[in-house]
């Protein structure tokens, strides 16, 4: 897999961005050149994309960063039909600075919260519709691409941490995200690892420097937005959803996880650029 180093020296130089969403299961990627970097995370099924010799096959959570690369190598095309969604962004780094100033991002990986980076993409675009300064739109893109490799960067410590203390601190975080549209509570996560409640709520606070409580209705948080910005659900089937047992307990849970109730959240962040 091919790595690609961005200064963050400066910010990279925001060109566009945008939501897509197929109209059909019988849609395939037009072809089209590419000229610049273009980054795509998907949000719904698959996108099957073939560019420069190479054929991809990106899921629901995935990311992928195509560069730019001389003529003809350079036109990106659909290679089988997929009913997917996915945001997109496309921008050019500046001139490299220090190797401190570098990051390196992979051309493709799985993406361990993909909620936050599709929530900074929806906070981009909506700096685009209102029309914000291209500094701004600059720097925002820059915090989407380290947001991405920080991302990474975390994927690639847990696949060391088997051999250090925090297996289990790992263990806990998988159930959550694998379960967070069941009731989770600290007491059923302690009996499921076989643990004391205080001493898993202690062992995970050590390590994370936020409570298992916290950190549950963090994720549920996350997966919420997501809900809010890029489905019509009502309030009260996101709050079935996740788990909650009714809609007021899940506004108050997501009010105080982002200062944001539910219907402000949605109707501040829903404006997408959308295109099909």
């Excluded at 795509?40 to 992928?64: D, F, P, R």
């Excluded at 019509?232 to 959803?241: F, G, P, W």
């Excluded at 307990?249 to 402000?264: D, L, Q, V």
Aim: with cysteine; aromatic share 14%; glycine share 4%.
């Amino acid at each position: 897999m091919d790595y690609y180093t961005v200064s963050v020296s400066k910010p990279v130089l925001y060109h566009m961005t945008g939501k897509f969403e197929a109209l059909s299961e019988d849609w395939k990627h037009a072809e089209l050149f590419l000229d610049d970097y273009e980054l795509c995370v998907v949000t719904k099924g698959v996108l099957y994309l073939e560019y420069n010799k190479k054929q991809y096959h990106i899921e629901e959570g995935e990311m992928l960063l195509l560069p730019p690369v001389p003529v003809p190598f350079n036109k990106r095309k659909g290679y089988q039909s997929s009913d997917c969604s996915f945001y997109w962004m496309h921008f050019d780094p500046q001139s490299s600075g220090g190797l401190s100033e570098n990051i390196s991002l992979p051309e493709y990986s799985k993406l361990i919260h993909p909620e936050k980076i599709i929530i900074l993409m929806k906070q981009l675009q909506d700096a685009v519709r209102n029309n914000s300064h291209s500094y701004t739109l600059n720097y925002m893109s820059t915090v989407i691409l380290c947001e991405i490799y920080d991302d990474i960067r975390s994927s690639e410590d847990k696949s060391t941490s088997a051999n250090t203390g925090t297996q289990i601190y790992e263990d806990i975080i998988d159930y959550v995200k694998h379960n967070i549209h069941s009731k989770l509570t600290v007491r059923q996560i302690a009996e499921k690892f076989g643990y004391n409640e205080k001493y898993i709520s202690y062992m995970f606070c050590q390590i994370s420097g936020i409570t298992l409580k916290q950190f549950i209705l963090e994720q549920k948080a996350e997966a919420a937005s997501f809900f809010l910005t890029d489905t019509n659900l009502t309030i009260q089937e996101i709050s079935v959803k996740l788990g909650y047992n009714d809609s007021h307990n899940f506004m108050r849970s997501y009010k105080k996880a982002t200062g944001f109730s539910p219907t402000e959240y949605r109707n501040t962040f829903t404006k997408r650029v959308l295109n099909h």
